[in-house]
C-alpha cells in the first residue's frame, strides 16, 4: 500500500463526479478536526480515481495519504469502469445517472475498438446483434443493455447528451453541476440548443433558466426556437377529455424504509462468500476490485448514518 500526497487530479476523472454537498464537506472537515485518517484512496498509474474534494482536504491538512492501486488495461477502461461504479449506484434514471451511462458507453466503445475490453456478445453474429437490440448495435452496448436494462438505442442517445453536456460545461461550468445535480431540469433538446447558441441568445437563455428553474426548461422556451403551432378544435367543448391521474400521496419514509428492508439481503450475501469463500485463495484482481466497492459502500453508509443521527438526535 502506497504512500502519496502528490496523486493527479484528471481533469477527465474530476468531471465524472458531482461536487460534495454540505453535509459531506462538514463530516470530512470534523474528521480532520478529529485526527481521524482516511480510508486509502484507489489510484491507477497515480491518478485519482475517486473522493477528490476528500484527498485535497486530507493533503491540505498535511495527513500522510495512503493509496490503493487498481488495474486496468488502459486509462479509458477506467474511466468506463468509473462511469459505472457511479451509475449503477443511482437507483433511479436522472439526468446525472444518463450522463454517466452516456460517458461509459463513448469510452467503452473506444477502448473495444483499440482491443482493450472484450464484450460478451462477440460468440453472436453481428447480424444476430442488430436483430437482438437495434440496427445500429455496437458489440461493446450488449454488457451494458443488460447491466441497465435498457435499450441500445437509448444508450445512444445518452452518449449525445453526455457530448452535448460536456460541451455545455466549457460555456457555463455552473449551468452543468446544476442540471447534473438536479437543481435544474432541462430537456435533452433544451442542453443541445444552448450548445449552439450565440453568445448573446446564451446569455439570454441563462435569464430565462434563472426565473424558469422551478419548472422544466424545454427548448421552445429558449431564444432560437419556434414553438410548432397545433391548431385547435372547433368542436373542443364536445369532445370528453380525459380525467387527469391521480398520483399517490407523497410519503418521505419510502426511500428510507426500502432501503432499511434492503439491508439484510447484503448482510446475508456478505455473509455466505465469507462462509463459502477461501479469502487465501481470492486471486489479488478480484480482492482489489471488491475492496472498492466495499468503499465506495463504507462511504456512503457513513454519509447516511451522521444524517439519520442528527434526525434522532433532534427527536431526543
Known amino acids: 500500500m502506497q504512500q502519496h500526497n502528490k496523486l493527479k487530479i484528471d481533469p477527465d476523472v474530476s468531471i465524472l463526479f458531482l461536487p460534495p454537498d454540505g453535509s459531506k464537506q462538514d463530516l470530512i472537515r470534523e474528521n480532520i478536526r478529529l485526527g481521524i485518517p482516511p480510508a486509502p484512496f484507489p489510484v491507477w498509474h497515480g491518478i485519482l480515481m475517486d473522493r477528490i474534494y476528500e484527498y485535497q482536504e486530507y493533503s491540505d491538512a498535511g ?3 495512503k493509496t490503493q492501486s487498481f488495474s486496468f488495461r488502459s486509462k479509458t477502461v477506467m ?8 451509475a449503477t449506484d443511482i437507483p433511479e434514471m436522472t439526468q446525472y445517472k444518463a450522463y454517466l451511462i452516456g460517458k461509459q458507453y463513448k469510452y467503452y466503445k473506444t477502448a473495444y475498438d483499440n482491443g482493450e475490453i472484450e464484450s460478451s456478445g462477440e460468440h453472436i453474429s453481428y447480424a444476430a446483434l442488430k436483430k437482438k437490440y ?12 443488460d447491466i441497465y436494462g435498457i ?3 437509448t444508450i445512444h442517445d445518452y452518449a449525445r447528451y453526455a457530448s452535448y ?9 455552473d449551468l452543468v453541476i446544476s442540471i447534473l445535480s438536479g437543481r435544474i431540469t432541462i430537456s435533452k433538446k433544451a442542453v443541445s440548443q444552448l450548445c449552439k447558441m450565440s453568445e448573446e441568445d446564451f446569455k439570454k437563455s441563462l435569464k430565462i433558466i434563472e426565473r424558469e428553474k422551478a419548472n422544466k426548461i424545454l427548448a421552445t422556451m429558449l431564444p432560437g426556437c419556434t414553438p410548432v403551432k397545433i391548431d385547435e378544435s372547433p368542436h373542443l ?15 418521505p419514509d419510502e426511500y428510507v424504509s426500502s432501503l432499511a428492508l434492503t439491508i439484510p439481503s447484503w448482510s446475508d450475501t456478505i455473509r455466505r462468500v465469507r ?15 471488491l475492496m472498492f466497492q466495499l468503499g465506495i459502500l463504507e462511504r ?17
Request: proline share 5%.
Open 63 to 65: 495527513f500522510n495519504i
Open 79 to 86: 474511466l468506463a469502469s468509473i462511469c459505472q461504479l457511479l
Open 134 to 145: 437495434s440496427k445500429d448495435i455496437h458489440p461493446s452496448t450488449v454488457d451494458m443493455v
Open 151 to 153: 435499450a441500445s438505442a
Open 165 to 173: 453536456i460536456d460541451e455545455l460545461r466549457d460555456r457555463c461550468a
Open 237 to 251: 367543448d364536445n369532445k370528453i377529455i380525459p380525467e387527469i391521474k391521480q398520483m399517490p400521496e407523497y410519503d
Open 275 to 289: 462462509e463459502r469463500s477461501n479469502m487465501e485463495d481470492v486471486s489479488p484482481a478480484a480482492a482489489k476490485k
Open 300 to 316: 456512503n453508509i457513513q454519509i447516511i448514518r451522521t444524517e439519520l443521527e442528527g434526525i434522532t438526535e433532534d427527536a431526543n
